[in-house]
């Protein structure tokens, strides 16, 4: 299924909105979902991490840890939702609302290196069609 674009907070815009699919819009949306507090969407509360809380503050190997272990935890969240998703549009009879590269199943690895001020996490995401990364600099 197709997604806006979105880069740097801003709609990607050519002439037309672009729009994305497949590994990429999986890629963007944990992208986003890892880089947003939790609690600052007021329409999904539960939406997003406690990455950002890390930003600025003093990081160590504890800190790699409990970073890994919240990208973990908003991945497997990410992957209810879209179970929800889509459980509800196969009941109204509607297409799905992720293709089989988009729906997530499991995540077989996350790792997290902090370097003085910086976040580097990578994770290896498990879909209906085969594996995709994800890394994203925090």
Do not use: C, K, W
Not at 29 to 52: C, K, Q, V, W
Not at 74 to 82: D, F, T
Request: charged fraction near 25%.
């Amino acid at each position: 299924m197709r997604q806006l674009l979105v880069r740097d907070g801003d709609l990607v815009v050519s002439g037309d909105i672009r729009t994305i699919s497949g590994a990429a819009r999986v890629r963007m949306d944990l992208s986003h979902l890892i880089r947003t507090e939790i609690g600052s969407n007021r329409f999904a509360e539960s939406y997003g991490s406690t990455i950002p809380r890390f930003i600025g503050a003093v990081l160590d190997e504890d800190t790699a840890r409990e970073i890994e272990d919240e990208v973990r935890r908003a991945i497997a969240n990410y992957a209810s939702a879209q179970a929800v998703l889509s459980s509800d549009a196969a009941l109204r009879g509607d297409p799905p609302p992720f293709s089989s590269g988009e729906q997530l199943t499991g995540v077989a690895s996350v790792t997290a290196v902090v370097t003085f001020s910086t976040i580097r996490v990578s994770a290896q995401i498990e879909t209906l069609d085969e594996p995709l990364a994800l890394t994203t600099v925090l």
